[in-house]
């Protein structure tokens, strides 16, 4: 795999993409969000700090950094935390989130780092096993084949950019439960009635396995899965 991931801090804050710092569409409660004239919706440098900033502090690590390991930028993020610190999700058609489940709002990799989506994926699972989370909820969004991933026809009040392809969530184990044809919301419970440390050891395993994938060549090696195991064991 090209990429090492990595929790967000505040000091790696400054290292995300301009859109992925400015941007507050989950963020903000969108009746406080003041108009803008440049017509550039959702955009709050200081309001996105401000946040990530509260939520590591209150609650604890609410996002995963890809960094590549070529140049050392950061070429993805996921953004996750408690529904009541995400305005936003009370908003969707298929609202609200359960009350059980913590809220992956967001993800996004930058072209040609289309893996590491499935490894910010997992690092996410593996960090709220870890804190005793029951599941996962994310509202995903059905894409059409005439539009651009960056774009929404249907409802100007949403950045697309932002939102999670409800495809990607479906082959990341993730199962729809409030259905609708453009934004469904879609959920994965976490192993935790087999105790956390099961639930780590899977999540671990699929990063390990994708560590072995040779990217340039597209081709898989061989890889001691039970390398996973050794490692929360301290062997």
């Known amino acids: 795999m090209s990429v090492t991931i990595a929790p ?29 004239p440049g017509g550039v919706a959702f955009e709050s440098e200081f309001d ?11 609650w604890g690590t609410c996002g995963q950094l890809a960094v590549s390991r070529h140049t050392g930028k950061v070429v993805g993020a996921a953004f996750y935390g408690p529904p009541r610190s995400v305005p936003r999700s009370l908003l969707f058609p298929t609202s609200p989130v359960s009350a059980d489940a913590v809220i992956l ?7 040609g780092h289309d893996e590491a989506a499935a490894a910010l994926t997992q ?9 005793g989370v029951r599941a996962i909820e994310a509202f995903g969004i059905v894409r059409s084949a005439h539009t651009g991933p960056n774009e ?4 100007d009040a949403i950045c697309p950019r932002c939102m999670i392809d409800a495809h990607f969530l479906k082959g990341e184990g993730f199962d729809v439960v409030s259905a609708h044809h453009r934004y469904p919301r879609l959920r994965l419970a976490l192993d ?10 899977s999540a671990l395993e699929k990063l390990v396995v994708m ?14 899965v039970g390398s996973a195991r050794h490692l929360l064991r301290g062997e």
């Open 8 to 36: 967000l801090t505040m000091d790696g804050f400054e290292n995300l993409s301009s859109h992925s710092r400015r941007c507050v569409f989950w963020e903000m409660d969108p009746n406080l969000i003041p108009d803008n």
């Open 48 to 58: 996105k700090e401000a946040w990530v900033s509260m939520i590591l502090l209150e």
């Open 105 to 111: 709002n967001s993800l996004w990799v930058d072209p």
């Open 123 to 131: 690092a996410v699972i593996v960090d709220l096993t870890r804190r």
């Open 152 to 155: 929404d026809p249907e409802n």
């Open 192 to 201: 935790n009635d087999l105790g956390w440390k099961a639930g780590v050891e």
């Open 211 to 224: 560590a072995a994938i040779d990217v340039a060549g597209r081709e898989r090696t061989a890889v001691p």
